[in-house]
Each structure stands twice: as C-alpha cells, then as structure tokens.
C-alpha cells in the first residue's frame, strides 16, 4: 500500500509541475520548493528545544498560532521552523515574525521527509488539524521524535474509518497524541484501537479572544452598526440587498465589508443600493449613511466591536468564512447554507446562538426575531457560552507538551 502512496505522491508532484502555465498557484507550489535544500537553515547549537509546526493553509495556521507563540514563551531560546503546504498560506504568512524558519513543505517523498528532518532536527513535531503526509509521519516515528496532532476533527466518512483505509490508520499512530476539537472525533479514533487521544477544543478560541481583548479601537470608527457583513461575496449580497430594503428594517444600520473589496466590486456593489451609503476610505463620521461600504483589507477582526449581529459571508459557495471573530464579542451569527463542515459554525447553530439562512424571507424572520430583547439576549449568551466552554485548549496542549519535552532539550 504505502508503494501506492509514493507512486500518488509522484503524481501528484508531475500534475501540479504541469499545471504551471495555466494556474498562478501551481506555478508558486512548484517555484516555492526550487533549491529548498540550499535555502532551509538549521537550528544553531545554542537554540533548544526546536518545534517544528506543520500546517495546511492560512486557517490551519491560525489555529496553530496559539500554541507556536505560547511554545515561544514558554521556551524564549527555542527554533521554531514553520512549514506550509498551500501558496495561499505560506505567500501571507512568509514573513511571519513568530517561527525562525518558515518554508513551503517538500513534496512528501522518502528522501525529502528525511532530508528535511535531517536539517531541521526537530525535538518535536505539531501538525494541525488534518494535514498529514506519511513518510514525513513514518521518519518522525522512526527517529522517535514526540509527534502531535491538535485541533483534529474526524468524520466517519474520511479514509481512516474505512475498511481500506489501512495506510491512514497507520499515519494517525504515528502520532503521540491526537487533540481533537470534540468528543464525536476523540471517539472515532479510539474506535480503531488508538488511546492517545483527547478532547482539548479549538485553539482559534483563545486567539480571537486574545485579539478581542487586545484590539484597538478603529480610527475613524465607523457607526454603531446593527448589522456587520463581513466577508461578502456576490451570492451574500444577493441576499442581503433585498433585506436592506425592505420598509420593515428600514430603521436598521449596515456595514458591509466585502471578501475582495477592490474598486470595481465596490462600485457594482455601490450600485445596487438605494439607502445613503458612503466609503469608509472616504467615512469622516459626518456624512449622512445607513450604509457603509468597508473598502480596505485588515479591518474586519476589529469591525465586528461596532456591530450587533453578523452575517458572515461564503454560506453559498465552498463554505463561510471566519464565523469566531464576531462571536468573541459576543455576535449572534447569520450565514448561507454551506456550513455543515465548520465545527464552531454546526455547534452554535445547535446551541441557538447562530442561524443558516437560504434565502432573503428567512433572513428577514431571523433579523426580526433578533430585534425582540429576550430572543437577542439568548442568541448572544448561547455564544459567549460556547467560548467559554472551548477555551484553554492551547493551555491544554502546552501543558502536555511540557510534560512529555524531553528535559534535556529544553
């Protein structure tokens, strides 16, 4: 079986390699790991313990970020090596100041993985959430490094519950231990006979109630919105707009902030509406809106302070966006349909505090039943309830880590 891997891994290698002139991102896959043997910098001998932290994406390294920067206090001389699969991750984050190395991951051939262990040495390996590559797993057991893999989430539908899935089972006891977001996931893993599991929640928790707790206040802040779109796309506003119109709501503020804000998606989207709207770019707090268009990158975390209930974009398309960043300041949530593979998203539709809505009229109801104090007062507590019950999962792992660090490594 595992022949079969390598034989798909190379595959792969050659469909992506091929794939160059036709896809941007393929060519950055591909260009991003030329020469990457000359260019990955060791560990100097000073500099202990070394984690090396492997992630998919952008959202597998936010979830990530906890745990590498709470490792980086815990031990200020440690390395840290940060490699990524995806360009839309590592071309975002390649300046992050967090990690002392950060890189694209070679292709997940034998001599890669143990050239790549060979220069970066790591006391110990993290990998997040499900990107997982076997012969790096296979060198990392072999050479008995403590190997870990946090914010899982498992469905019985995936390779490692199948009666085929024989390969992948053996990837996942590579791992020392396996934190999973919740109980269902820590379950199907003891199902196939691996007890190295437990349930430590979401990591991106505790950051978006760091970054709650720290953010500063916009300048010049926005109105007080009664409804923040965040990460909209065409699909979004074609619900949304309907909604802003309608005479039963025309008492409510909006701010919508567009997934891609550039100038043109801005003017089309400008162009549909017919209430006072203004630019934030152009916002001096004065102009007369109830309408305001975010039209530039970086606000959005922070945006979500002024508002009283979200809708979080993507529901219509692969799936919605960043639904923990409203719900940190306590937001009842509203987004599409496509929502079912988000954990945090499926738990506070069942918990009450957010609301999957298909099309303008159930929007509409839930905003109308989001006016009344008691349902609104519910709604937001269900929320505040499910982070407080999630959070210390990066405390968790550290504590963990700590105590299965070998003491001469540190």
């Known amino acids: 079986m595992r022949w079969l ?3 798909a891994i190379r595959l792969l290698t050659t469909a992506i390699w091929m794939a160059q002139p036709f896809s941007p991102k393929a060519r950055l896959w591909v260009q991003g790991r030329k020469g990457w043997r000359n260019r990955l910098t060791p560990a100097p001998p000073d500099r202990r313990p070394v984690l090396w932290m492997h992630v998919a994406s952008l959202g597998e390294f936010e979830q990530g970020r906890p745990v590498l920067e709470g490792f980086r206090q815990q031990y200020p001389s440690s390395w840290i090596a940060l490699s990524f699969f995806s360009p839309s991750g590592y071309e975002v984050r390649k300046n992050y100041p967090g990690a002392d190395v950060v890189c694209y991951l070679p292709a997940d051939t034998r001599h890669n ?8 040495q790591p006391d110990m390996a993290v990998f997040v959430k499900y990107d997982l590559w076997a012969n790096y797993l296979f060198q990392l057991r072999q050479r008995s490094i403590p190997t870990f893999l946090i914010a899982a989430l498992f469905r019985p539908e995936q390779p490692f519950f199948r009666p085929w899935g024989g390969l992948w089972r053996q990837m996942l006891g590579c791992f020392s231990h396996i934190f999973t977001q919740n109980a269902a996931s820590a379950g199907l893993v003891r199902s196939i006979g691996l007890t190295a599991v437990s349930v430590a929640g979401d990591t991106r928790v505790d950051r978006v109630l760091q970054l709650a707790r720290d953010a500063s206040p916009i300048a010049p802040p926005p109105f007080e919105a009664d409804i923040i779109a965040g990460s909209t796309w065409p699909a979004d ?6 909604v802003i119109h309608m005479p039963e709501l025309a008492h409510l503020r909006w701010i919508i902030a567009p997934h891609e804000p550039s100038e043109r998606y801005v003017r089309r989207l400008a162009g549909r509406l017919q209430r006072p709207w203004a630019r934030y770019s152009q916002w ?7 309408v305001l268009i975010i ?10 302070r002024y508002g009283r209930i979200a809708y979080i974009g993507g529901g219509f398309g692969r799936g919605i966006h960043n639904t923990l960043e409203p719900a940190a300041y306590g937001l009842p949530v509203l987004f599409g349909p496509n929502y079912e593979r988000f954990e945090e998203a499926r738990q506070l539709v069942q918990r009450g505090g957010a609301f999957a809505v298909q099309h303008s009229e159930e929007l509409l109801r839930a905003l109308q039943r ?8 519910r709604a937001s507590a269900a929320v505040q309830q499910f982070l407080n019950e999630n959070q210390g ?18």
């Open 113 to 120: 993985a143990r050239d790549f262990l060979n220069c970066i």
């Open 284 to 290: 001096d707090g004065q102009l007369p809106a109830d």
């Open 393 to 410: 999962a990066t405390a968790r792992v550290l504590q963990f880590i700590a105590e299965h660090l070998n003491p001469e490594k540190r």
């Open 295 to 304: 039209d530039s990158v970086g606000l959005l975390g922070r945006l979500y």
């Open 5 to 7: 891997y390598d034989v």
């Open 370 to 377: 989001l006016q009344g104090a008691d349902e609104y007062q």
């Open 237 to 242: 506003e074609d619900l949304l707009l309907p």
